[in-house]
């Protein structure tokens, strides 16, 4: 063993760990930091839109209950609509991108590094959901035309509803000819039943 390795004792060893374990808490520490910082940038500007769209939010009645409009905590806060649209910031930490879940996947209804911008769209937002909402309570079921948000143009919404009445239209086909089937088949096993129960009555 030469001299060198014989200087190197327990004591050295557990020294340098210490150090390294120190040094790993501190980075870690920072980087929370660096965490807690941007969770806290994000929260602060989804407060800001939310004190922009206060008067809009005041003007939505009691007892409609759409809307959500609060800020949930964690790592990437949202501003929240109601159940299905939210506002978040970007990567940049600048950026508000309004976003909504649909049946084919989460869309960018706006984004903006302007406030003001993404106030507006959720602003029409919200009327098209009341207005949808009143529409519905008077019998009309049908969904306001939402190219305006989703992305969908007027001819896309003309092509999607045709198919829907396409399909509609198959179905009550489809629904009647089983109907008939049925019809068509009991009388046929009543025919042959009464058949072999009265001697001489010949159906078939």
Request: aromatic letters at 4%; a negative charge; proline letters at 3%.
């Amino acid at each position: 063993m030469s001299e060198a390795e014989q200087n190197i004792g327990p004591h050295d060893n557990v020294r340098r760990l210490s150090d390294a374990i120190r040094d790993m808490k501190n980075a870690a520490a920072d980087r929370e930091d660096v965490v807690v910082d941007m969770r806290e940038a994000s929260r602060t500007r989804l407060e800001l839109l939310a004190q922009e769209l206060q008067p809009v939010f005041a003007e939505v009645p009691d007892d409609v209950p759409l809307f959500d409009f609060s800020i949930s905590n964690g790592e990437n806060p949202r501003l929240w609509i109601d159940a299905v649209a939210h506002v978040t910031m970007g990567r940049d930490r600048r950026t508000y991108r309004f976003l909504r879940d649909t049946r084919m996947g989460r869309v960018v209804l706006a984004e903006s590094t302007h406030a003001g911008e993404v106030a507006d769209k959720v602003t029409r937002y919200i009327a098209e959901r009341m207005v949808e909402r009143e529409r519905m309570i008077e019998g009309d079921v049908e969904d306001l035309p939402r190219h305006l948000s989703d992305g969908e143009t007027e001819e896309q919404m003309a092509a999607r509803r045709l198919r829907a009445r396409k399909s509609r239209r198959r179905g009550l086909l489809t629904g009647f000819l089983l109907v008939l089937l049925g019809a068509v088949t009991g009388a046929v096993v009543m025919g042959y039943v009464l058949s072999e129960q009265v001697p001489g009555l010949s159906l078939f």
